[in-house]
T-cell receptor, first 114, second 111 residues
């Protein structure tokens, strides 16, 4: 069974803290993605990676960075958390080049920045 | 204009009725289209994908695609209370890397 695991379901951080969100997939997928989901705005793409050590900006990369040192792991980093980064963060993975394009999602990490 | 637009709802239908969910997209080069279902507090899961014009049926679900009109729809026949969820329309962009999501339509099926 396919599995995308996000390290923390719920986090509470203070403004200015550095935050790490970890995502691990066991499906040997090349492509991995970080989205944030906010009411009324749907899922918005922050960053994606189409292979190890590769990364591309999505639609809202400001305030975020990512790391992909191993194929199975994709980390999202908030260098200095701000209150407007309070959100649900969803990691997803996908087979490269597949016409299906199906995304497999983790359970999500709900981050609150105080 | 948003890249993928959906009516946010909520859409309320009685049990046993047909629920119709609609979506428009702006990228004319898109070739792959998806419907994800998201229950409250859960992550999205794929329920339908469609790649060519016309209808695609899978059990109680039918996806419809009209590329000329840049329109995708999802029909749910014999709606059940367990179908109550948010339905996300998603489009794989021309480059084939980015999946763009609509804001979702909340569906309530009343028993």
């Amino acid at each position: 069974d396919v599995k995308v695991t996000q390290s923390s379901r719920y986090l509470v951080k203070r403004t200015g803290e550095k935050v790490f969100l970890e995502c691990v997939q066991d499906m040997d997928h090349e492509n991995m993605f970080w989205y944030r989901q906010d009411p009324g705005l749907g899922l918005r793409l922050i960053y994606f990676s189409y292979d190890v050590k590769m990364k591309e900006k999505g639609d809202i990369p400001e305030g975020y960075s990512v790391s992909r040192e191993k194929k199975e792991r994709f980390s999202l980093i908030l260098e200095s958390a701000s209150t407007n980064q309070t959100s649900m963060y969803l990691c997803a993975s996908r087979i490269a080049g597949a016409n299906t394009g199906e995304l497999f999602f983790g359970e999500g990490s709900r981050l609150t920045v105080l | 204009q948003k890249e993928v637009e959906q009516n946010s709802g909520p859409l309320s239908v009685p049990e046993g009725a047909i629920a119709s969910l609609n979506c428009t997209y702006s990228d004319r080069g898109s070739q792959s289209f998806f419907w994800y279902r998201q229950y409250s507090g859960k992550s999205p899961e794929l329920i339908m994908s469609i790649y060519s014009n016309g209808d695609k049926e899978d059990g109680r679900f039918t996806a419809q695609l009209n590329k000329a009109s840049q329109y995708v729809s999802l029909l749910i026949r014999d709606s059940q209370p367990s179908d109550s969820a948010t339905y996300l329309c998603a489009v794989l962009n021309t480059g084939g890397f980015k999946t763009i999501f609509g804001a979702g339509t909340r569906l309530f099926v009343k028993a």
